[in-house]
């Protein structure tokens, strides 16, 4: 993050619809100042994703809740690491998912909410944007992106860590059902770390393709829309050139 200049932090309050404008205006601003280096950079900034914006707007939005969203991956990890060498963690890994998935809960709501203000379809960037939420929470590079309002793209998640041991992997226990889990004989660790691994590559290269095909889709989106601009340009022309046309027509006569 201290590779951008401080006055960019204000680009990714802008709605997406005004981002290239007021990243070109900066980047003259700065150039005008003397400050090629930072224009080039501003210059260089790529309008963000609808997600992406929403999660941008957290950092001011819900401070206090992206703070959680922190503490709560930590958590999370640190029960990871004690699944993996006591067989009496999983209570622990289970508070720490219930807590990781409510505070993502609310943050997405927020995030919608925000695309919501500005005209968007927020509803169907939700996927997106949890999806994003649980990599930040486990990435710290990433979670302090978003805490900072400065995301570019998605975030990832890190190799390492996945939902083998995330969200939906330690459901609650029906009543009795301890005692039958210590009874039951201790799980192949090493066959255990081995078939996590396995699943994070796989989720991994999944969330990588569906980021790429989110951003094939807005880009074909924007394309559309100036598509669309130019085509309503061109139309009013022909039907000013075709009335002036019948115009000069009618004066030959």
Do not use: C
């Not at 980047?27 to 005008?32: C, Q």
């Not at 909410?113 to 939420?133: H, K, P, R, V, Y």
């Not at 050139?241 to 000069?248: P, T």
Request: charge should be neutral.
């Amino acid at each position: 993050m201290s590779d951008l200049p401080p006055e960019a932090t204000e680009l990714y309050r802008e709605p997406p619809s005004g981002f290239i404008a007021a990243r070109d205006q900066l980047a003259s601003t700065l150039r005008g100042a003397g400050r090629d280096d930072d224009a080039k950079v501003v210059k260089a900034l790529r309008k963000p994703t609808l997600p992406v914006w929403a999660l941008d707007q957290l950092s001011h939005r819900e401070p206090t809740l992206l703070q959680e969203l922190v503490d709560a991956g930590a958590e999370l990890r640190a029960a990871q690491q004690a699944t993996l060498s006591s067989a009496d963690a999983a209570e622990r890994m289970r508070a720490a998912t219930a807590e990781r998935r409510e505070v993502i809960a609310k943050l997405n709501a927020s995030a919608v909410a925000a695309l919501g203000e500005i005209g968007a379809a927020g509803g169907s960037q939700a996927d997106a944007i949890a999806a994003a939420l649980e990599s930040a929470s486990i990435d710290p590079e990433a979670g302090a992106r978003l805490q900072a309002g400065l995301l570019t793209a998605l975030p990832e998640a890190p190799g390492g860590f996945g939902d083998v041991f995330g969200l939906a992997a330690v459901p609650d226990l029906p009543a009795g059902a301890k005692k039958k889990a210590a009874a039951a004989p201790k799980p192949d660790a090493a066959k255990l770390r081995r078939m996590r691994d396995a699943a994070v590559k796989a989720a991994s290269k999944d969330r990588a393709y569906a980021d790429r095909v989110a951003r094939d889709l807005q880009q074909a989106r924007e394309r559309l829309a100036t598509l669309e601009a130019d085509h309503a340009a061109a139309e009013a022309k022909a039907l000013e050139s075709q009335a002036a046309a019948k115009r000069a027509e009618k004066d030959a006569r």
